[in-house]
């Protein structure tokens, strides 16, 4: 069946401007996860939505930061007003629930590159 | 608070050569431990995890035992192949985490084998 899709698969992006950062689950999953890697940071969690509960922002880096998930399925991260401490890969996985025992299923990644 | 840590990379082994690349793990609850894996420009995918203590993580030849005394879960191969080439990615989830199933990784080993 299809996996997670991403898109767009490259960004580039000038200081100042905004993106938006598609992610399609794995259909029947609700649990979805956003995570970055970068160089300096490794991997690191950003955000995380169960099904229709309010979703974890506490990975979240800064303000300028956010996330929504329409029907309990597509999400989209948005990032305002971009700073070059910004680019990085940005990861979507999901999950069949949300127990710490559920393979996550990764998407290929966007990355996300500012000038 | 919770954190992984695994060897540093980049190991350069022979092929049929024995592998190892140590994780250990630090968490305050019951962890789940996985092995993720990321071969050159594909996405992030689960090698293998194991949920409890002792329990054994095994796939494609590689395996992990869930060390709760020496909070470790290292991965190892007898012999290794050129297609073993990848990016390796020690993760947890911890039980007591209210974010889901977030996952928090090691650095990455990166292991590059040689015909």
């Known amino acids: 069946g299809a996996g997670v899709s991403q898109s767009p698969s490259n960004k580039v992006t000038e200081k100042g401007k905004d993106v938006e950062l598609r992610c399609d689950p794995i259909s029947g999953h609700t649990a979805l996860y956003w995570y970055r890697q970068s160089l300096g940071q490794g991997l690191e969690f950003l955000i995380y939505?169960?099904?229709?509960?309010?979703?974890?922002k506490s990975g979240l880096p800064s303000d300028r930061f956010s996330a929504e998930r329409t029907g309990g399925s597509v999400s989209t991260l948005t990032i305002q007003r971009t700073q070059q401490e910004d680019s990085a890969v940005y990861l979507c996985a999901s999950s069949l629930g949300g127990g710490r025992s559920d393979t996550q299923y990764f998407g290929p990644g966007t990355r996300l590159t500012v000038l | 608070g919770n954190s992984v840590t695994q060897m540093e990379g980049p190991v350069t082994l022979s092929e049929e050569a024995f592998l190892t690349i140590n994780c250990t793990y630090t968490?305050?609850?019951?962890?789940?431990l996985f092995w993720y894996v990321q071969y050159p420009g594909e996405g992030l995918q689960l090698l293998l995890k194991?949920?409890?203590?002792?329990d054994k993580g095994s796939n494609k030849g590689f395996e992990a035992t869930y060390r709760k005394e020496t909070t470790s879960f290292h991965l190892e191969k007898g012999s290794v192949q050129v297609s073993d080439s990848a990016v390796y990615f020690c993760a947890l989830s911890d039980r007591w985490s209210n974010q889901g199933g977030k996952l928090i990784f090691g650095q990455g080993t990166e292991l590059s084998v040689k015909p």
């Open positions: 194991a949920t409890k203590a002792d």
């Open positions: 968490a305050t609850g019951y962890p789940s």
């Open positions: 939505f169960q099904g229709n509960s309010a979703p974890d």
